[in-house]
């Protein structure tokens, strides 16, 4: 090998992997996160004019893609920033592809969705059954365990009261009715 061919493969190796959705949206921007709308000109069956109508090209990064990388940058702390040497971050310009319109020129929030407030703000998440009913089965618990003591003492006391009397007098007795 050469010394111009090892240094090929030094330089190379050295350049961080960029993912290709991070690539795309530096090139494009939030526009890559749109689907965008393109014309189709197709000859209907046995037409000879061609009919143009709308179709719609799904977007360049999807949804999921993109709010994994958004995530990322957020763990990583690069949200905010996106440094295109490296491909590490996330410009916040990009939200707007994923959110639509949240704010505005100036950098105040606008009123989105009409003023509704999302539901998973006010619910927040369902988590599994288990968490959502921890407190009712404490609280079930902590009654159970004042009367515990009580329920012990009347049971041994009954388990008491139902065993026979000792002595031969008694098992006489016994043996007396149960042949009559």
Not at 35 to 62: E, F, L, N, Y
Not at 126 to 152: C, F, M, Y
Request: glycine content about 10%.
């Amino acid at each position: 090998m050469s010394q111009q061919q090892i240094i090929q493969k030094t330089k190379t190796a050295a350049q961080p992997v960029i993912r290709s959705a991070l690539k795309k949206l530096h090139a494009q921007g939030s526009a890559a996160l749109k689907p965008q709308p393109m014309i189709d000109s197709t000859t209907s069956g046995g037409g000879s004019a061609a009919a143009t109508r709308q179709k719609w090209k799904r977007p360049v990064v999807s949804r999921r893609i993109a709010n994994d990388l958004r995530k990322a940058a957020i763990r990583t702390g690069t949200y905010g920033t996106y440094n295109p040497e490296i491909g590490v971050g996330w410009d916040k310009a990009w939200d707007e592809g994923l959110f639509g319109s949240g704010s505005g020129s100036n950098g105040e929030t606008q009123v989105v969705n009409g003023g509704k407030i999302n539901w998973m703000e006010i619910r927040g998440f369902k988590e599994s059954k288990r968490e959502r009913t921890r407190e009712s089965r404490a609280q079930r618990i902590e009654a159970l365990l004042n009367v515990a003591d009580e329920k012990i003492v009347e049971y041994r006391q009954s388990r008491r009261d139902n065993k026979p009397e000792v002595g031969i007098e008694n098992v006489i007795k016994r043996m007396i009715k149960r042949s009559t």
